[in-house]
């Protein structure tokens, strides 16, 4: 028999107390009662398995941090009806999304297509890293992999801009490590004062001769 997950309400306190402010409870359960949902939609699926990048948000303790994680589409894979992964490659060794992951669990992504007309999907979720061998197989260039068991939120687009334009064609990033193909080092790695003190696990550390 499978242990129920546990979930926190989807509204505290302080959202119950501004949707009574502003009489928008009716509302706010409705959207929870038909939106909130647990298994990936087809819609939530598509905009994912597509994702060139997504935002993520962490905390601990009075440590807040907001990043972006990106990668060729595909980078972030569903692995189970409601659970995704998604790679950390080289960065820039101050692990503020990592080291909040590795204090707190609780994680909210954002899924958006700035093209003015699709559904955002957002998550609230709880997040692991892994490191074995077999995980990070499955994800080229992975240093660890972060896997997330999400709870899904679909967003209306009104207020998301259309920076896509007439062409939705978008060059490959340089950066993103691919088989058979080294990315470059970012230009931060050469100011001198990082130059000579990269992590010793560094892709682009000065070799000793």
């Known amino acids: 028999m499978t242990t129920p997950i546990e979930r926190a309400p989807f509204y505290h306190g302080g959202m119950r107390e501004l949707?009574?402010?502003?009489?928008?409870?009716?509302?706010?359960?409705?959207?929870?009662?038909?939106?909130?949902?647990?298994?990936?939609?087809?819609?939530?699926?598509?905009?994912?398995?597509?994702?060139?990048?997504f935002f993520i948000a962490t905390s601990y303790q009075d440590n807040v941090d907001c990043s972006m994680r990106s990668g060729d589409p595909g980078f972030v894979k569903i692995t189970g009806p409601d659970t995704i992964e998604y790679p950390e490659y080289d960065g820039n060794n101050m692990y503020?999304?990592?080291?909040?992951?590795?204090?707190?669990?609780?994680?909210?992504?954002?899924?958006?297509?700035?093209?003015?007309?699709?559904?955002?999907?957002r998550i609230r979720g709880k997040a692991t890293i892994h490191d074995d061998a077999e995980t990070r197989s499955r994800h080229h260039g992975a240093k660890v992999v972060v896997r997330v068991t999400c709870e899904i939120f679909?967003?209306?687009?009104?207020?998301?801009?259309?920076?896509?334009?007439?062409?939705?064609?978008?060059?490959?990033?340089?950066?993103?490590?691919?088989?058979?193909?080294?990315?470059?080092?970012?230009e931060w790695k050469s100011r001198d004062y990082l130059k000579d003190v990269l992590s010793k696990y560094d892709p682009h550390r000065k070799r000793e001769t």
């Open 96 to 121: 503020r999304t990592l080291g909040n992951i590795h204090r707190n669990s609780n994680v909210g992504l954002l899924f958006v297509r700035f093209d003015g007309k699709t559904f955002r999907t």
């Open 19 to 53: 949707q009574d402010r502003f009489d928008g409870r009716r509302v706010a359960d409705g959207l929870e009662k038909h939106r909130l949902h647990f298994e990936f939609w087809e819609q939530d699926r598509t905009l994912i398995e597509e994702a060139r990048f």
């Open 154 to 186: 679909p967003n209306c687009p009104r207020y998301v801009p259309d920076l896509m334009g007439a062409s939705a064609s978008v060059p490959p990033n340089q950066f993103v490590p691919r088989p058979g193909y080294e990315p470059p080092a970012p």
